[in-house]
């Protein structure tokens, strides 16, 4: 069974417009959530992980253990966060592994 | 800071050949390495997980004597495409868990685009 779903494969929004890349898990318990964000022709990277709470590039990410969550958001799209987002909990604590999701792109239109 | 070097970015082989993808852990030790393979628009899946000073952990459904893991230092960790074929051709991504007390991240190494003719 799949164990965390990015229901949209591409996601087209115009500059300035908010944005949400869904992401559902379903682990028990409180995974460790993360997004990670690959740029065109760049190397997987970290963007945010829930525990910290911080926002970066104007992304932010709240985890909903109600409906087991942890959707991606930012209020104002910009042209360079055109990319691939990959959402992914961490399997087997700390030092565990990564499962991502089937990832969704997201290009911003001018 | 924390990287991981992966190497070779791009190779093209022969069918039947083999191809050696490498993978360093630079600044820090790395007694886990995991690889990665993405499929043309799918996500990263998993392949095996390397041990240092043991042999690997691989997922079901991957060849063990297809792919060759080895890890034989806490900072280099190998993968090896034995006998390649051209539906092996993929994009192969390693990554390493930084250790407890810096974060529980892992850093991906840049990829290697794997093309076999």
């Known amino acids: 069974a799949q164990r965390v779903t990015q229901p949209e494969k591409l996601l087209s929004v115009f500059k300035g417009a908010p944005v949400e890349l869904k992401c559902n898990y379903s682990?028990?318990?409180?995974?460790?959530l993360f997004w990670y964000v690959q740029y065109s022709r760049q190397r997987l990277q970290l963007l945010l992980r829930?525990?910290s709470r911080e926002s970066i590039k104007g992304f932010t990410a709240d985890l909903n253990k109600g409906e087991t969550s942890f959707h991606l958001k930012k209020p104002f799209a910009q042209e360079e966060d055109s990319a691939m987002y990959y959402c992914?909990?961490?399997?087997?604590?700390?030092?565990?592994?990564?499962?991502f999701g089937k990832g969704t792109k997201l290009s911003v239109k001018p | 800071g924390a990287v991981v070097s992966q190497h070779p970015s791009r190779v093209i082989c022969k069918s039947g050949t083999s191809v050696k993808i490498e993978c360093r852990s630079l600044?820090?030790?790395?007694?886990?390495m995991f690889w990665y393979r993405q499929f043309p628009k799918k996500s990263l899946m998993l392949m095996a997980t390397?041990?240092?000073?043991?042999?690997?952990?691989?997922e079901q459904g991957v060849e063990k004597d297809k792919f060759l893991i080895n890890h034989a230092s806490l900072t280099l960790s190998t993968l090896t495409v034995t006998s390649a074929h051209p539906e092996d051709s993929s994009f192969y991504i390693c990554?390493?868990?930084?250790?407890?007390?810096?974060?529980?991240?892992?850093?991906f190494g840049q990829g290697t685009r794997l093309t076999v003719v």
């Open positions: 390397s041990n240092e000073g043991s042999k690997a952990t691989y």
């Open positions: 829930h525990i």
């Open positions: 992914a909990p961490l399997e087997g604590g700390s030092q565990g592994n990564l499962i």
């Open positions: 682990y028990s318990g409180s995974p460790e």
């Open positions: 600044d820090f030790q790395a007694t886990t």
């Open positions: 990554s390493a868990p930084l250790p407890l007390q810096l974060n529980t991240e892992a850093f």
